[in-house]
């Protein structure tokens, strides 16, 4: 019997101590995995936060970007506010320049569009005669109703251009050459229309260009008198387009 309970007891023991073992097991096996999950807890949440960081300094970076492009777009609007209005004023001074000079188209005057001005271009056939700088009595009617119209818009500058054929200047000693005759070509054509009293005298250039810019070759006579000419280019006021692209620097 007593053999009976020691042999009981060691079974117990046996029992308790693989029971022990056991529970040391998973007791060891749960803490590696608490720790294991701890730890990829930890990577999981740092890879979170630098996600998150990420995202963050994109989202970031597109609000910078995004005000960037609101604030060009608006910088574009302006722009094209200002070259709308500058343009709608070039068309109204072609329009009214045209209006002014109607009984003169087609006899030596043309009045265009380029490049944002206007070009009133006079044959010589209207202005001068041959080898002269004084007016004619029909051009000069053209210059002043030309300068009424220059009056009424005083944003308008103007630049006079004398331009002439390749033939060499013979005539009076005090002009030695084309060059000269287009200067005083120029400058008479300013003094009629500065006769005006609402031409400001300084936004009016009288130039001469001499031979050098032709609008066709001098290969004939008819193409001469076409480059003998007198250009008077008006231009619109810049200052409020110069003042945006200045800002933009």
Do not use: C
């Amino acid at each position: 019997d007593t053999t009976s309970k020691f042999d009981e007891l060691r079974a117990l023991t046996t029992k308790y101590d693989r029971l022990s073992k056991q529970y040391d097991y998973l007791l060891d096996n749960n803490n590696t995995l608490i720790t294991a999950s701890a730890r990829e807890n930890k990577t999981l949440m740092d890879q979170l936060n630098t996600m998150q960081t990420r995202l963050q300094a994109k989202e970031d970076s597109l609000n910078t970007e995004r005000r960037l492009l609101e604030r060009g777009q608006r910088r574009v609007n302006e722009l094209e506010g200002v070259i709308n209005r500058k343009d709608s004023t070039v068309a109204y001074v072609r329009q009214k320049v045209s209006d002014a000079l109607l009984g003169f188209n087609g006899n030596g005057l043309t009045v265009n569009m380029r490049e944002g001005k206007v070009y009133v271009s006079l044959e010589n056939s209207l202005l001068f005669a041959p080898g002269s700088w004084n007016v004619a009595a029909n051009g000069q009617v053209a210059l002043e109703n030309l300068a009424k119209v220059l009056a009424e818009n005083a944003d308008i500058t103007v630049l006079v251009e004398g331009h002439t054929d390749n033939d060499a200047y013979r005539g009076q000693s005090q002009v030695k050459d084309n060059w000269d005759l287009s200067v005083l070509r120029a400058t008479n054509v300013v003094k009629i229309l500065t006769k005006n009293a609402g031409m400001n005298p300084e936004r009016i250039t009288a130039a001469g260009r001499g031979e050098f810019v032709p609008l066709v070759d001098n290969s004939s006579e008819e193409n001469k008198a076409i480059n003998r000419r007198t250009e008077i280019i008006l231009t619109p006021d810049l200052t409020e387009l110069a003042n945006l692209l200045e800002g933009d620097k």
